[in-house]
């Protein structure tokens, strides 16, 4: 890497390419592989609440959301602006926590674990794909997509090989070591698609992936999120304000009043909003 670093990403970086085992990695002591459709859903929110207080002022975004994400799914959100889509996402990457209610991954209810150990359930079991991609600047796309390895205690050479098998899965083989002031937006998303899947995380999760992009670039993200659930099994959950993305997904659901509405695949919403 040819530029400095700042402390933190220095310490990671190097670490990263030592390869030390890390102590925390699996404190959650949860299998990877628990949950799906045969031993219950890998991702259950249930009467979740989310309340934002500003000033004295209350917004109540999520209203009692029940909501399962099993194997397979490939599950579309849509909403309008300022429907609570992204505070509904994050609770469920376990990048926020409700209010009221509880969240399950792989079986296990999260609501009392720590900050440290959500932040190992995320690792363990869900990857995030976030709008504006937050790639780490100064990094390259290899180091980028190692990431999340380091934090489970993956470095060296076998994290090197790990990011450089991704990157060819999202066909970025030749820019993996550009960093991302070096590639286009398009790039950049798939670069960060293999950030979130190098930990072979059950579910993935994406908030408005193609909003960033030009159509054909969306497109062809879309068409990789539909090969990931196809072929490798990821259960894959999109927030989206493109219809296009939603008829690509055999569930399809909408943010409405803070509660979630789940329909039929191309069909009209339900009149009840609940889970499946
Ligand atoms: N930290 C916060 N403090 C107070 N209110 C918040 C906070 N975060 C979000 N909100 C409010 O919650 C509501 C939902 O926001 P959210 O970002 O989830 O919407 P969204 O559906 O993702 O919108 P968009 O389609 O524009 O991304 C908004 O009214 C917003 O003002
Ligand atoms: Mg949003």
Redesign the pocket.
């Given at each position: 890497m040819s530029e400095r670093l700042t402390d933190g990403l220095e310490r990671v970086a190097a670490w990263m390419r030592k390869g030390r085992r890390s102590s925390r990695a699996h404190r959650t002591g949860m299998p990877a592989s628990a949950g799906g459709r045969r031993g219950g859903p890998l991702l259950g929110l249930s009467g979740v609440c989310k309340r934002?207080?500003?000033g004295p002022v209350e917004?109540e975004?999520l209203k009692d959301v029940d909501l399962e994400v099993h194997a397979g799914d490939l599950l579309s959100i849509m909403?309008?602006?300022?429907?609570?889509?992204?505070?509904?996402l994050n609770i469920m990457g376990l990048l926020d926590r409700p209010t009221e209610g509880s969240v399950r991954v792989a079986g296990q209810d999260v609501s009392a674990m720590d900050d440290d150990a959500l932040s190992d359930a995320r690792n363990l079991h869900i990857g995030f794909v976030f709008?504006a991609f937050r790639l780490l600047p100064r990094m390259s796309a290899w180091e980028n997509v190692a990431l999340p390895l380091a934090y489970r205690g993956v470095g060296g050479d076998d994290a090197r090989r790990r990011a450089e098998e991704m990157l060819e899965k999202v066909a970025m083989s030749d820019r993996a070591r550009y960093r991302p002031d070096q590639l286009s937006g398009g790039q950049q998303q798939r670069v960060a698609i293999a950030r979130a899947l190098v930990s072979s995380p059950a579910i993935l999760l994406a908030?408005?992936p193609t909003g960033a992009l030009d159509p054909d670039t969306g497109h062809e993200i879309v068409r990789l999120f539909r090969e990931l659930n196809d072929v490798d099994g990821v259960a894959v959950v999109i927030?989206t304000?493109d219809r296009g993305v939603a008829r690509q997904c055999a569930r399809n659901a909408r943010?409405v009043d803070g509660g979630v509405a789940e329909h039929a695949a191309g069909g009209a919403p339900a009149a009840v909003a609940a889970s499946r």
């Open positions: 934002y207080f500003v917004t975004v909403g309008s602006s300022g429907s609570g889509k992204s505070t509904l709008q908030d408005e927030i304000h943010l």
